[in-house]
């Protein structure tokens, strides 16, 4: 079973839609928790942290379920620029720290 | 504030010779990892350092890889000996300070290793 595990997508909606990603992690010594975007053969960059309390930053939610050991993304209306893979990062406590990516979730949005 | 810097971007070498690949941490940043992430996978750890030493080196392929960060100069990662089973996209983070749990990975734009 892999760390982090994410829906294997693609996702194809049509602009304005309401989406939804959702992530799973295996190890309870996880400690905190990351969505990422990834845009074609580009670098990742941080899209939000994830909070135990949820957050929400504009368009984008997402929130934490520490005792299911699960992690989601909702993005509403839904742009054409939001086009990319989001990635569930996991931060696992190890001695230090280690930071674990999954596999990511391919986003298109539609005209 | 010059972001994460890595060069060169693409590389293409053929199978059995060296690829060094290099990455400038953000300015004030000491902490650098590597990454690689093959076509349609995600990213995958690979070495965490600090300037001159490897602190976590434990997603290195035990042979051919190597990683150096001197006291002086770009992290480089060296791959000796190419097979074709290399060609990835080889990230370099940065951070500030040790890896506590909040702590903000920037990423460089990438090197795309290519092996004939």
């Known amino acids: 079973r892999k760390e982090v595990e994410q829906d294997p997508g693609p996702f194809n909606v049509p602009e304005g839609a309401t989406v939804a990603f959702n992530c799973t992690y295996s190890n309870s010594a996880s400690q905190s928790f990351f969505w990422y975007r990834q845009d074609c053969r580009k670098e990742p960059k941080l899209l939000m942290s994830v909070y135990s309390s949820g957050n929400e930053d504009g368009r984008f939610t997402a929130q934490l379920n520490r005792a299911s050991q699960y992690i989601s993304l909702l993005i509403r209306d839904s742009k054409l620029s939001d086009s990319a893979t989001y990635l569930c990062?996991?931060?696992?406590?190890?001695?230090?720290?280690?930071?674990?990516f999954g596999a990511g979730t391919r986003l298109f949005v539609k005209a | 504030n010059a972001g994460v810097m890595q060069n060169p971007r693409h590389l293409v070498r053929r199978r059995g010779q060296e690829a060094r690949l290099r990455c400038s941490p953000m300015?004030?940043?000491?902490?650098v990892y590597w990454y690689r992430q093959l076509p349609e996978e995600g990213l995958k750890f690979m070495v965490y350092?600090?300037?001159?030493?490897?602190?976590?080196e434990s997603g290195m392929p035990k042979e051919r890889f190597s990683a150096e960060f001197p006291k002086e100069g770009p992290s480089i990662l060296r791959i000796q000996q190419v097979v074709r089973g290399d060609s990835a996209a080889y990230f370099c983070?940065?951070?500030?300070?040790?890896?506590?749990?909040?702590?903000?990975?920037?990423f460089g734009p990438g090197t795309r290793l290519t092996v004939l």
């Open positions: 350092l600090q300037k001159e030493n490897i602190i976590d």
């Open positions: 300015k004030g940043h000491s902490h």
């Open positions: 983070a940065s951070s500030p300070q040790s890896p506590g749990h909040t702590d903000t990975q920037y």
């Open positions: 990062v996991v931060r696992v406590r190890t001695g230090g720290f280690k930071t674990i």
